[in-house]
């Protein structure tokens, strides 16, 4: 558990700098052409560890039971366009704020709903209350 801790909060650092460092990439170039070279990158990075470390058949992600999960490299896309433009129009903090929002909104429902494979977790009001205090901070934030 502490290492899935630590993991989550260097997802969380990694995701902010990112955000910032495309955003300033952009300024330099366009949308697409940043988001190009992000994943370009990103594809390259993923090579290169896969080539030292597993070695696994590169097809074997054709193998998942509902194709429909291949889709998220699309979903990634989207997901660099619209931190870069967030980050942008609102800046890092207030960007990431909402950006958090969103997740926790979204991945409560998944769990309570069972979405994709996840296990069903029943609804706790707790659960609530944390997403109102999340939205009272952003409020105070703000102002």
């Known amino acids: ?35 190009i070279w992000v994943h370009f990158s990103a594809l390259i990075t993923s090579l290169l560890i896969w080539f030292f470390t597993g070695r696994e058949s590169l097809l074997s992600v054709f193998q998942v039971s509902n194709k429909l999960y291949l889709l998220g490299g699309i979903i990634g896309a989207f997901i660099t366009f619209t931190v ?20 926790l909104v979204v991945s409560c429902l998944i769990e309570s709903l069972g979405l994709f494979g996840t296990e069903k977790m029943c609804f706790e009001w707790t659960k609530l209350i944390g997403v109102a205090l999340m939205i009272a901070g952003i409020i105070i934030f703000k102002k």
């Open 84 to 103: 870069i433009r967030s980050i942008s129009d609102l800046g890092p903090a207030y960007a990431t704020m909402l950006i958090l929002l969103a997740q």
């Open 1 to 35: 558990m502490l290492t899935g801790i630590i993991l989550a909060l260097l997802a969380g650092l990694l995701m902010s700098v990112q955000g910032v460092f495309n955003t300033r990439v952009m300024d330099s170039s366009s949308m697409w052409t940043t988001n």
